[in-house]
C-alpha cells in the first residue's frame, strides 16, 4: 500500500504518530508539507515565526531524506493541493496528526472529505498534546473550565495511562515510484515574509540539544530559576513545541524519568516544568472546547474598560513606556522574536491595567513578533492576565512593574542588556530611572526625556483607576 503524510505543525521524525504510522502500514511513504497560501496570505504570523519554521522544515527535510523518504513540497490552497498530490502519486490512505484551532479543524474536515470523496482512506491522530479535550473531562463529561480541576485530573490521567512515547522510525528500502527528489524549500522572502536569521535555531536535531541540555542543569532550579530574566534558566522550547519539532509527550516523560534523583530542589523544578506543559494542554483544551474564545473573552461580563490611545499603543510596543522592566521586555521581543515568560505577564499586565488598552492589541503584537506564535497559549495567557479568561479574577495580576524587577532582576542586568540607555544607571536607580537628578543624568549618560522616556502613566494612579472602574457588560 502507498500512502501519505501530510506534515503540518508536526515537524519531527522523534515520536512522530502518524509517521509512525504510516511506515508500518504501508510499502511506500510520501512525506508533504503544504505551504498554506491562505494563512500566508493572513498575515496572522510574522516573519520571525515564519522564518523559525522554514529551519525546521529544512531540518525534517534532512530527517526524512536519511529515512529514504524525501520530503515533498506544494503552496497553495491545502485541500486542493493534498488531494492533488495524493491522486497524482495514487496513494491509498494519507496520514496526519490533529490540530484544534478552528481554522484548522475547518480545513481538515474540507481535506478529509475531498479525499474520501475519491476512494481514499484518512487516519488521524492525537499529537499537538498530550491529552486532548475529551480526555480531561468533569464528572459529568464536560469540558473543564478551571486550570486548578484541571491539573488535578491531568496527573490522575497521566499516572494511570501517560501516552506511550514512539520508538525512532528505521529507513525504508524502498523509495515511492514516481516521486521527485527534495526540491530546495522556498526562503521567507519567496513566501511573502521578511528573510531573519532566527535567534533560536530551528529545527529537531537543536531542539533534542535543548532538551538534553535543559534536563541536566536548569531543570533542577526550575521553581525558581524560571522567573529570573537575566538568566538562562528557562528551557525555550516554546518555538520547538510550536511547531512539533519536538514532542510534548516525550518531553514530560524525559523530565519526570529524573525524578529519581533524590534531591527535593529537582524535584520541584521537574514538577513545576511539566505544570507548564500542563498549562499549554489547558490553553489547547479550552480553545478547542470553547472556539470562540479565538476572537473575543472567555467570559463577556468580565472584560475591563479600555480606551483607545494610539500614543500609549506605540510607547508599549516600542518600548518606549518608561517602566525599566516593560521596556527590556518588548525590546527583547522586537529584536529576537522571544521574552522571558515573567516579563511577558509584567508587559501584559501593564498594557491592560496600567494602560487601559484591549488586550487583543497586545494578543495581535505578540502573534506578530513572536518565534512561538501559537493561537491557543497566546490568547490563553493574555486572557488570564486580562481577567477575561476561565479564572478571570479583576482585583488581581495588576503587576508593579518597578516591584518585579527589583525581585526578579534585582541587579538590573537583563534591564541593561535590553535597554543600552540604562546601561551605566547605578543599580539603586536601575528600577526607576526617573528618580535621577539633573547631575547624576549627565554623570550616567542618561538624559530623562531624551536619551530616556520618563514614565508614561503613575502605577500607583493606573491601579486606582483600574479598580474603580467596572467591568464593560
Known sequence: MKGLVWFKRDLRVHDQPAL????????????????????????????????????CLDDLGRSLAA???????????????????????GVEAVYWNRDYELAARTRDDAVRHALMQHGIAVHTFKDHVIFEAGEIASAAGQPMQRYGAYRKRWW??????????????????????????????????????????PTIPGGEREARTRLKWFLKGPLGGYATGRNLPALDETSML?????????????AAQAALMTFARQDQAWRAGAQTWVDELIWRDFFQH??????????GP?????????????????????????????????????????????????????????LRLDWRLGERYFMERLLDADQAANNGNWQWCASTGTDAMPSYRI???????KKFD?????????????????????????????????????????????PIVDHKEARVRYLREKPVR
Not at 67 to 76: A, D, E, M, S, T
Not at 238 to 250: I, V, W
Open 20 to 55: 509512525t504510522a504510516a511506515l508500518a502500514e504501508c510499502d511506500e511513504v510520501i512525506p508533504l508539507f503544504v505551504f498554506d497560501e491562505p494563512l500566508l496570505r493572513s498575515g496572522q504570523f510574522g516573519s520571525a515565526c515564519v522564518n523559525f519554521m522554514l529551519r
Open 67 to 89: 529515512l529514504g523518504i524525501p520530503l515533498q513540497w506544494r503552496r497553495g490552497e491545502p485541500v486542493e493541493e493534498v488531494l492533488r498530490m495524493a491522486r497524482e502519486s
Open 156 to 197: 490522575e490521567q497521566w499516572r494511570t495511562s501517560a501516552p506511550r512515547v514512539l520508538t525512532v522510525p528505521r529507513p525504508v528500502s524502498q523509495h515511492a515510484t514516481g516521486i521527485e527528489t527534495s526540491r530546495e524549500l522556498p526562503g521567507a522572502a519567496d513566501l511573502g515574509y521578511e528573510q531573519l536569521t
Open 238 to 250: 516554546s518555538p520547538y513545541f510550536r511547531f512539533g519539532a519536538l514532542s510534548t509527550r516525550s
Open 286 to 295: 479550552i480553545l478547542a472546547s470553547f472556539p470562540h474564545v479565538a476572537t
Open 298 to 354: 472567555f467570559r463577556p461580563t468580565a472584560v475591563p474598560p479600555h480606551r483607545t490611545d494610539r500614543r500609549l499603543y506605540e510607547a508599549w510596543s516600542r518600548g518606549r513606556t518608561g517602566f525599566p522592566l516593560v521596556d527590556a521586555g518588548m525590546r527583547q521581543l522586537n529584536e529576537t522574536g522571544w521574552m522571558h515568560n515573567r516579563v511577558r505577564m509584567v508587559v501584559a499586565s501593564f498594557l491592560v491595567k496600567d
Open 399 to 405: 503587576f508593579n512593574p518597578a516591584l518585579q524587577a
Open 410 to 454: 534585582p541587579t538590573g542586568d537583563y534591564i541593561r542588556r535590553y535597554v543600552p540607555e540604562l546601561a551605566s544607571v547605578p543599580t539603586k536607580y536601575i528600577h526607576a530611572p526617573e528618580t535621577l537628578g539633573i547631575d547624576e543624568q549627565s554623570r550616567y549618560a542618561c538624559r530623562l526625556g531624551q536619551d530616556y522616556p520618563l
